[in-house]
Every structure is written in structure tokens, then in C-alpha cells.
């Protein structure tokens, strides 16, 4: 079934590992995908895979923190691959560290990226989804916006923050057919993840401590997420809004 046949679709971090997932996923079940990424390289190799195996895509080099690019990426989006029909807002950075030996710049910095680019993004979009009165937008949160997670103070009050968002998006925006939804992954195998084990003492150790406290044994894979944010992002989910899901193994 190509549930996205006809669909322009972005994906905001599209290089990375979710990002990349759900950029592929979009892609196979129909999708022309335009994959934003500050890294244009890591957005070239998973549009280059999507046109491979058959696809439609284009790469946009789109730093989020700043809405200048932002401002031209979706006007150049628009014009090669039609308007925006569904928002992915995927792209995040985080710091493992005990919140006390955080400084403000690394503040700033995980705010401008988790929270003030989503926003970036949303005031692009959404006028024409109003417009067109359609739109699906998935904000990619963290189960540590939900439950908290030591190490990660100002990254899960970025992700919480995004969740409350999305709720109160959801709400003005229903009435002109624009969804708003919220996934929340747990700790998912990825670069973001070696990165944040790598503010650890012993980086394996905080890995498997994650792990073992997953129900379902494992860590998610980028197409785990992939999954939920296919369904957030599709007409399976049209009377769905203002909602969070965990993709997290429990
Ligand atoms: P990743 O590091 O594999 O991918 C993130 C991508 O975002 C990278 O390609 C990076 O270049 C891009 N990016 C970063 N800053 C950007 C910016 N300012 N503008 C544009 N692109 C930017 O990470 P991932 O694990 O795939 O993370 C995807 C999302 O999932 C993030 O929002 C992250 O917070 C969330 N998440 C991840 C985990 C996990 O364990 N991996 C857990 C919870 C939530």
C-alpha cells in the first residue's frame, strides 16, 4: 500500500539515524522526501539510498537554529518537490552530564537545537498546511521528557517542552485538518546515543544500563521509530492529535 502516494514530506535531521529510518520508510510506501540535515553529506547518503531502491528525493542543507536557511529550505522544498504535507521535526542533540556541571552555552545550545528549531520549522510550515487545510506534524520528543532521566536535565526539559507544544498545536490547529503528534523514543541505537554515552565514565556500562532497564531486552532501531512516526505521519492517524507515544520497549 503507498500510503503516502502524492505526499511531500520533510524529515528535519534526515542524515541521522531516526532521521534516516523515517526518511526511507516515507519514501518506499510513496513519499517524496526532502531531507533536511545540517550535514548535507549525511542527508545526500540517505537520499542517494532512497532514489536507489526507486524513490523520490532531495537533500536541503538546513541548519534549524537558524531561520534563515529554514526560510529558504521550505520555499526551495515547495518549488522542487511541492508543498509540505507532513513536518518530521527529528533533528536533536543532547549531553550526558550531571546538571550542576552544565554551563549555560551548552543550555543555549540544547535549547536552539531541540526546541527553538522545532519552532522554526512549525512557524514555516504551518501557514500553508492551514491553507491547504491539510498536515500531519510529528515532533520526535524522548521518554525523558515523560519520566525524567538523570545526566539529561536540560535535554528532557527541551523534549518536554515540545511535548507541551504539540498538545496546544494540536489544538489551534485542528480545525484546519493539521494533526499534531508527539513520538517519544527511548534510548535508540544511533549516533546521538554514542554520543551521549560518551559523557559517561564508562560509556558500555551506561549503554547496558539503559538496555537492561528496556523490558523488551533491546535497544530501538532507527525503524522502530521509523514505524510510529510512518502511522503519526499518515491517514491511519487522521482523528489522532495531541498525542505522545512511547517507542521505547516498554
Ligand atoms: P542522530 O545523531 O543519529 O541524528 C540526528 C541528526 O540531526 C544528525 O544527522 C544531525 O546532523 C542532525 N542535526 C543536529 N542538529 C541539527 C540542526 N541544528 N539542524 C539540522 N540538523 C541537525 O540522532 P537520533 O538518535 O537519530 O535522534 C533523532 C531524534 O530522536 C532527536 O530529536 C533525538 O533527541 C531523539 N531521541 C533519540 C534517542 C536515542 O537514544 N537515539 C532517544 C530519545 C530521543
Same mark, same amino acid.
Given at each position: 500500500?503507498?500510503?503516502?502516494?502524492?505526499?511531500?514530506?520533510?524529515?528535519?535531521?534526515?542524515?541521522?539515524?531516526?532521521?534516516?529510518?523515517?526518511?526511507?520508510?516515507?519514501?518506499?510506501?510513496?513519499?517524496?522526501?526532502?531531507?533536511?540535515?545540517?550535514?548535507?553529506?549525511?542527508?545526500?547518503?540517505?537520499?542517494?539510498?532512497?532514489?536507489?531502491?526507486?524513490?523520490?528525493?532531495?537533500?536541503?542543507?538546513?541548519?534549524?537554529?537558524?531561520?534563515?536557511?529554514?526560510?529558504?529550505?521550505?520555499?526551495?522544498?515547495?518549488?522542487?518537490?511541492?508543498?509540505?504535507?507532513?513536518?518530521?521535526?527529528?533533528?536533536?542533540?543532547?549531553?550526558?552530564?550531571?546538571?550542576?556541571?552544565?554551563?549555560?552555552?551548552?543550555?543555549?545550545?540544547?535549547?536552539?537545537?531541540?526546541?527553538?528549531?522545532?519552532?522554526?520549522?512549525?512557524?514555516?510550515?504551518?501557514?500553508?498546511?492551514?491553507?491547504?487545510?491539510?498536515?500531519?506534524?510529528?515532533? +520526535? @520528543?524522548?521518554? *525523558?521528557?515523560?519520566?525524567?532521566?538523570?545526566? $539529561? /536535565?536540560?535535554? !528532557? =526539559?527541551?523534549?518536554? &517542552?515540545?511535548?507541551?507544544?504539540?498538545?496546544?498545536?494540536?489544538?489551534?490547529?485542528?480545525?484546519?485538518?493539521?494533526?499534531?503528534?508527539?513520538?517519544?523514543?527511548?534510548?535508540?541505537?544511533?549516533?546521538?546515543?554514542?554520543? +551521549? @554515552?560518551?559523557? *559517561?565514565?564508562?560509556?558500555?556500562?551506561?549503554? $547496558? /544500563?539503559?538496555? !537492561? =532497564?528496556?523490558?523488551? &531486552?533491546?535497544?530501538?532501531?532507527?525503524?522502530?521509530?521509523?514505524?510510529?512516526?510512518?502511522?503519526?505521519?499518515?491517514?491511519?492517524?487522521?482523528?489522532?492529535?495531541?498525542?505522545?507515544?512511547?517507542?521505547?520497549?516498554?
Amino acid at each position: 500500500m503507498q500510503r503516502f502516494q502524492g505526499k511531500t514530506v520533510v524529515v528535519t535531521g534526515g542524515g541521522g539515524g531516526i532521521g534516516g529510518a523515517t526518511a526511507r520508510r516515507f519514501a518506499v510506501e510513496g513519499a517524496k522526501v526532502a531531507v533536511y540535515d545540517m550535514n548535507l553529506a549525511a542527508a545526500e547518503k540517505v537520499v542517494a539510498e532512497i532514489r536507489t531502491a526507486g524513490g523520490q528525493a532531495a537533500a536541503f542543507q538546513c541548519d534549524i537554529t537558524d531561520r534563515a536557511q529554514v526560510d529558504a529550505a521550505v520555499p526551495a522544498t515547495q518549488a522542487q518537490l511541492g508543498p509540505v504535507d507532513v513536518l518530521v521535526n527529528n533533528a536533536g542533540w543532547d549531553i550526558f552530564k550531571p546538571f550542576v556541571k552544565t554551563v549555560p552555552a551548552e543550555w543555549d545550545k540544547l535549547i536552539a537545537i531541540n526546541l527553538t528549531g522545532a519552532l522554526h520549522m512549525l512557524h514555516a510550515v504551518l501557514p500553508g498546511m492551514a491553507e491547504r487545510q491539510y498536515g500531519r506534524i510529528v515532533n +520526535v @520528543a524522548s521518554d *525523558a521528557a515523560r519520566g525524567g532521566s538523570s545526566g $539529561e /536535565a536540560v535535554y !528532557s =526539559a527541551c523534549k518536554g &517542552g515540545l511535548v507541551a507544544l504539540s498538545k496546544t498545536l494540536a489544538r489551534e490547529h485542528a480545525r484546519h485538518g493539521i494533526t499534531v503528534n508527539v513520538v517519544c523514543p527511548g534510548p535508540t541505537d544511533t549516533a546521538l546515543l554514542a554520543g +551521549v @554515552a560518551e559523557g *559517561a565514565r564508562d560509556p558500555a556500562k551506561l549503554i $547496558e /544500563a539503559f538496555k !537492561s =532497564a528496556i523490558p523488551l &531486552g533491546r535497544l530501538g532501531q532507527g525503524d522502530d521509530l521509523a514505524s510510529a512516526i510512518a502511522f503519526m505521519g499518515s491517514d491511519d492517524a487522521s482523528f489522532v492529535t495531541g498525542q505522545v507515544l512511547s517507542v521505547s520497549g516498554g
